[in-house]
């Protein structure tokens, strides 16, 4: 039931491109992009609704195939800001209004001067 | 400024004790929730409640309790029935709107380590 992200960890020099993949079994309502410094909360970055729905922050986007029951976060030219785990968390059909995410076991970002 | 509250930061505790985490948040959410994390293993979730006096519990709920006498609280008792219970521990919580998808703010979390 939980998401599998792919990769599980990722080196880049900055200014290089990265893309993290958040995949489901279950249908998807919605996902949730988390990026989490270590020892430190988690930090919201972006929710994805609709099917096919792209957002973007800066960088960093991200897109929702509701078909494929995945999600994609897009880096682009990154920083060295950007180094941490991402995380997504993923909310089923059906679930109301509890809020409940079920998330990832989180890719691992290390970019390097 | 709001947002939410954990406390202890590092917790230690002997083996068979019972341990309460706790979590405030002046955000004026309905939603919290208590995660468990893990190397590796990402964020699992505890327990969560929607509404005052009232929870459910998660995934990993088995030698955890918890209340929610007070909107702005939603201590956390790691009891002694708890096989593993070193791990780092966060609180988040969320509104509740009807027909809304919202993100879940996180506290700093607390490091427990059983000795």
């Known amino acids: 039931q939980q998401p599998v992200q792919s990769p599980q960890a990722v080196i880049l020099r900055e200014g290089e491109d990265a893309v993290i993949n958040c995949s489901s079994s279950k249908a998807l309502y919605s996902v949730h992009w988390y990026r989490q410094k270590h020892g430190e909360a988690p930090v919201f970055l972006m929710i994805?609704?609709?099917?096919?729905e792209q957002k973007g922050h800066d960088k960093i986007s991200a897109s929702f195939n509701e078909k494929k029951q995945q999600s994609s976060l897009y880096l682009t030219a990154s920083q060295l800001s950007y180094s941490g785990t991402y995380f997504c968390?993923?909310?089923?059909?059906?679930?109301?209004?509890?809020?409940?995410?079920?998330f990832g076991q989180g890719t691992t970002l290390q970019v390097k001067p | 400024d709001g947002g939410i509250t954990q406390s202890p930061k590092y917790l230690f505790r002997k083996e068979g004790q019972n341990v309460t985490l706790s979590c405030e948040q002046n955000?004026?959410?309905?939603?919290m929730y208590w995660y468990r994390q893990d190397p590796g293993q990402g964020l699992r979730l505890i327990y969560y409640s929607q509404i005052v006096n009232d929870f459910q519990k998660g995934d990993i709920a088995e030698g955890y309790s918890v209340s929610r006498e007070k909107k702005e609280s939603f201590p956390l008792t790691v009891t002694s029935a708890q096989k593993n219970p070193t791990a780092f521990y966060l609180c988040?919580?969320?509104?509740?709107?009807?027909?809304?998808?919202?993100?879940?703010?996180f506290g700093p979390g607390t490091r427990l380590t059983v000795l």
């Open positions: 994805l609704l609709k099917g096919g």
């Open positions: 955000l004026n959410h309905d939603a």
């Open positions: 968390g993923t909310r089923r059909p059906g679930s109301g209004n509890t809020g409940k995410l079920i």
């Open positions: 988040a919580s969320s509104t509740r709107a009807s027909g809304r998808v919202d993100e879940q703010f």
